[in-house]
């Protein structure tokens, strides 16, 4: 199951910070945050991770609370093309690698011309 | 593209037929996985391999569903005796390990199976 809780869907307005929240209460200490994306007809895309700093790519930003119970995943300036269902997901790091993702059922976010 | 491939996109089947898939990773990535999703929900984890050992298996993984990947580069997965509830977006995620931490996944478009 997935140890997440998204709220089910968001709206946001063309060219205004899209901020996506994200619950995770029952993190532990070495898990981490990630988030991908998934646009419609396509496979999910990477978006970012964090552990317990704050994150910030080319394509979002991730704050982490401090005592690493929750996260928002925040779009700067929403664009059409972020449209899409956003997938929050904690995960513990596997010393022999990769371990496999577990999704919930995300917030899809509508972004308004 | 250099991208993860999957072939077909689409497949529409009769109900009791077999079907395989065909996944194609990122060339240098030694992790290939599959995941089914079904409308509405998130996708869910079926399989994955470390090059062509299959290291885990879902318990969704049912015995009709078969997956390989032999030399460690493409994987195929078969569903035999399709039933109307294998209806599902079925897709592949290459990753490269790297030990602890942070890689991530790279998703293909998905095969979207139909079965009638």
């Known amino acids: 199951d997935a140890k997440t809780t998204q709220p089910p869907s968001m709206d946001c307005a063309e060219g205004r910070a899209a901020n996506l929240p994200c619950n995770h209460s029952t993190i532990s200490g070495n898990e981490y945050v990630y988030w991908y994306r998934q646009i419609h007809s396509q496979g999910p895309q990477y978006i970012i991770h964090g552990l317990k700093n704050n994150e910030t790519n080319e394509m979002a930003s991730l704050i982490i609370t401090e005592d690493r119970k929750s996260s928002t995943l925040i779009l700067p300036h929403a664009t059409l093309r972020d449209t899409a269902v956003y997938y929050c997901?904690?995960?513990?790091?596997?010393?022999?690698?990769?371990?496999?993702?577990?999704f919930g059922k995300g917030t899809r976010l509508s972004v308004i011309a | 593209d250099t991208g993860v491939s999957q072939d077909p996109r689409h497949k529409i089947t009769k109900r009791g037929q077999n079907v395989t898939f065909r996944c194609d990773p990122i060339s240098e990535h030694n992790r290939l996985y599959w995941y089914r999703q079904t409308l509405g929900q998130g996708p869910e984890f079926l399989t994955y391999f470390q090059n062509e050992a299959q290291l885990e298996k879902s318990r969704l993984l049912s015995d009709r569903f078969s997956a390989e990947r032999p030399k460690g580069s493409f994987s195929t997965l078969e569903i035999q005796r399709t039933e109307q509830g294998d209806s599902a977006m079925y897709l592949c995620a290459s990753s490269l390990k790297l030990g602890l931490g942070s890689n991530e996944q790279f998703f293909g478009p998905g095969t979207r199976l139909t079965v009638l």
């Open positions: 997901i904690v995960r513990l790091p596997s010393s022999s690698g990769n371990t496999p993702l577990v």
